[in-house]
Structures are given as C-alpha cells and as structure tokens.
Nanobody, 125 residues
Framework: QVQLVESGGGLVQAGGSLTLSCADS????????MGWFRQAPGKEREFVAT????????YYADSVKGRFTISRANGKNTVYLQMNSLKPEDTAVYYC??????????????????WGQGTLVTVSC
C-alpha cells in the first residue's frame, strides 16, 4: 500500500522557486505513476503534472509547462515538483497523487487511487 506525505510548501515571492516533495511510506512506490494536483481557494482541483513509474514519460498542465519540473527517485520512494518562476496564481494547496495507471487520459480526470493530505504554497506579489 502506498501512503503519501507531502512537504516543502510555504511562502515565496513572485518569481521565486520552491520544491515540493512527496514521500511514500509503502512498498510499491516504483510501480505507481505519481503526480501533482492543486486547488486554489474557491476553485476546483486541477491537474499539474504526472510522471510514469519509469520516469520515461511526464505530462504537464499548460499553465505550468516550462516552469515546473516533476521528477522521482524510486530508491528514495519520493517524487518532487520543482517550481520556478512562481506567480501569485500558483497559490494553492498542492496534492500528491498515485495510481498504477500512468495514462494521461486517467490522470486528467483526477480519479486516482491514492492522495496525500496536501501542502500549501503561497506566492506573494
């Protein structure tokens, strides 16, 4: 079973960078596709990025493409989200997610097997 715990959120100025981490306390991390979603105040949850179990494939939302990078270290059971050139509109609770299905069509629906508790990212002007 995969148990997800996010960390790394905080307050950062616009234009700054932040790296989120998501650690899995289970035993099957390397067989799961991993990804990130976010939910801003008053808005619906939205897809941010996903990476396949082998790290060969990664997909990004258009709003973060070129600024965010998802990566994973299977030996550490951890997935990362490097966020650069942050904007106030990136302010949200960021959630880590996992699913055995790595297909884009599955991830874009947000109907995934496992979720973390979320970590807050606040980008100030």
């Amino acid at each position: 079973q995969v148990q997800l715990v996010e960390s790394g959120g905080g307050l950062v100025q616009a234009g700054g960078s932040l790296t989120l981490s998501c650690a899995d306390s289970g035993r099957t991390f390397s067989t799961y596709a991993m990804g990130w979603f976010r939910q801003a105040p008053g808005k619906e949850r939205e897809f941010v990025a996903t990476i396949s179990w082998s790290a060969v494939n990664a997909y990004y939302a258009d709003s973060v493409k070129g600024r965010f990078t998802i990566s994973r270290a299977n030996g550490k059971n951890t997935v990362y989200l490097q966020m650069n050139s942050l904007k106030p509109e990136d302010t949200a609770v960021y959630y880590c997610a996992a699913d055995v299905d790595s297909r884009w069509s599955k991830w874009i629906t947000g109907t995934l097997e496992l979720w973390g508790q979320g970590t807050l990212v606040t980008v100030s002007c």
